[in-house]
Nanobody, 122 residues
């Protein structure tokens, strides 16, 4: 079993930055890939970013490319999402995810955190 705990959400003005963190516990084989999804009010949950175990592979949704950066520290079992140049449309609940397979993480990851709210004011 894997547990994921997010932190770092909050309220920020447009153009500002936030860094989300997600601490993982449990089987390391189940956190080979880690990533982030988000869900805005009234909308479906969207893939945001993914990273493999070594950090050598990353993938981003088009709407965050150039603004968000995903990274991980395996010694701390933690994945990060640095969010810069935030826009009001980035307002959403952000969920940390984990999967044993990098290619599947952006589709149907089996492990999810409880979510952290990010609100960007205009």
């Amino acid at each position: 079993q894997v547990q994921l705990v997010e932190s770092g959400g909050g309220l920020v003005q447009a153009g500002g930055s936030l860094r989300l963190s997600c601490a993982a516990s449990g089987r390391s084989s189940s956190t080979v890939a880690m990533g982030w999804f988000r869900q805005a009010p009234g909308k479906e949950r969207d893939f945001v970013a993914a990273i493999n175990w070594s950090g050598g592979l990353t993938r981003y949704a088009d709407f965050v490319k150039g603004r968000f950066t995903i990274s991980r520290d395996n010694a701390k079992n933690t994945v990060y999402l640095q969010m810069n140049s935030l826009k009001p449309e980035d307002t959403a609940v952000y969920y940390c995810t984990a999967d044993s397979t990098y290619s599947n993480l952006r589709l149907t990851p089996p492990y999810w955190g409880q979510g952290t709210q990010v609100t960007v004011s205009s």
